[in-house]
């Protein structure tokens, strides 16, 4: 491990030690699983996993988040969330994340009180202040901490431990909500959430990883690495029939491939073209 990872990761477990007691949000993905890891080697008992049931989070996921907190001894409670019953999130505006993680870190909180934990802790880390994420205001209102950002670890450095601890998640490709894979604009309902799910568990199951299935009301628009678009090809046969019978009518390759958070590029555009506007340059 590289210095500078060692220093930060001294640092992470100083900071989770002095919380005393915490509810992890835990989704099985890289970070939360780092988080985890430090916080029940740090603090035994006194660290619960706590990971949100809805729709929106796919069953293998699920699966996988029960299989790992299993595998380090550490309690993990299932809570369900109701995001999909808040029709602000459901309309899926730009603040959606917003509302799902107001939702999420509020029945945590609740949990936490209820169980006697000192502080709710999530994943994030010192690279997710780089893309839009409106969750993270959520996290600040409502006294949610983010550890890994607070010893300044990037995803890389994340990885890094992770690798260094033997964690099986260290090269775990990106995990996002079903509902990031679709337009703003474009409500969310139970019966897409469900098409998304069965396309993607096609792909994943031919052995895919580092995707995504965006959703574009009769059209999924495969997102995979630029490395694995000749793959695609290859098995177009396969890959079309299979997300056909997820619902979908066509199948589309993004040729740019598989980029973190693709869905808020139009958000980035507008804000650019506005500051363009305001400038006179356009």
């Known amino acids: ?70 595998e380090m001894g550490a309690e993990h409670l299932i809570v369900s ?31 936490a009180r209820v169980r006697g934990l000192r502080v709710v802790v999530d994943g994030a880390n ?3 202040a780089d893309d839009f994420r409106p969750g993270m205001r959520a996290a600040r209102d409502l006294g949610v901490r983010s550890p890994l ?9 994340v990885r890094e431990i992770s690798a260094f601890l033997g964690l099986r998640t260290w090269d775990k490709p990106a995990v996002a909500c079903l509902s990031s894979r679709f337009a703003y604009g474009d409500p969310i309902t139970v019966e897409k959430l469900a098409k998304v799910a069965a396309a993607e ?13 965006r959703h574009h009301d009769t059209v999924a628009r495969i997102e995979v690495p630029p490395a694995a678009m000749a793959t695609v090809v ?15 009518q066509y199948v589309a390759l993004d040729l740019e491939g598989y980029r973190l958070g693709s869905m808020n590029e139009v958000l980035h555009a507008g804000l650019k073209q506005g500051r363009l506007r305001r400038a006179g340059a356009v």
């Open 1 to 70: 491990m590289k210095h500078a990872a060692e220093e930060k990761y001294r640092r992470l477990q100083s900071i989770v030690s002095d919380m005393e007691s915490v509810l992890v949000s835990f989704s099985g993905g890289v970070d939360s699983t780092l988080v985890l890891r430090v916080a029940h080697d740090a603090l035994g008992e006194r660290a619960v996993a706590a990971t949100g049931l809805s729709q929106t989070y796919a069953a293998d996921e699920m699966a996988e988040a029960t299989a790992i907190a299993e």
């Open 81 to 111: 969330t109701m995001e999909l019953t808040d029709p602000r999130y459901a309309n899926n505006s730009h603040q959606r994340c917003f509302f799902c993680k107001t939702e999420l870190y509020g029945r945590l909180t609740e949990v």
């Open 126 to 128: 010192a690279d997710d």
């Open 149 to 157: 950002r607070e010893a300044g670890l990037t995803k890389r450095e």
């Open 201 to 213: 568990a096609c792909l994943k199951g031919m052995g895919f990883r580092g995707f995504r299935v």
């Open 234 to 248: 290859e098995r177009h046969d396969e890959i079309v029939a299979g997300i056909k019978a997820a619902g979908y």
